[in-house]
């Protein structure tokens, strides 16, 4: 299976349980790899047969600055979902960090994995 990737997207959104990580947006650093099959994009280098990171950049970014989601567990479940929404994309791997989140870090997050089902 064929990998397409976007590293270190950030965005700025509410994200927390804490009171005062709800008053104003923070950095949230978003890694996502998409499994899908780059033959025919290969072979005709035509935009239509690719999996377009640039819109699907701008739509994660969208829902992560506008979701105002409480846990980076469920803002990664919904990140995932988008993905899966365009159906050349069969798996998809998900990081979302909260850089600077827990004392003496450089980041705190969840990376998770999710594949279309019933294919």
């Known amino acids: 299976m064929d990998k397409v990737f976007i590293t270190d997207l950030v965005a700025r959104g509410i994200i927390g349980v804490n009171d005062w990580e709800r008053e104003k947006p923070q950095e949230i650093r978003i890694n996502i790899i998409l499994f899908t099959n780059i033959n025919k994009a290969g072979k005709t280098d035509d935009i239509k047969d690719c999996v377009n990171y640039r819109t699907i950049s701008k ?44 004392r003496f870090s450089k980041s705190v997050g969840v990376e998770i994995e999710r594949e279309r089902k019933n294919e």
């Open 59 to 102: 739509k994660i970014l969208y829902h992560a600055e506008n979701s105002n989601r409480l846990t980076v567990e469920a803002l990664a479940t919904d990140l995932a979902n988008l993905c899966l929404e365009d159906s050349r994309i069969h798996k998809v791997q998900v990081r979302v960090e909260k850089p600077g989140a827990a």
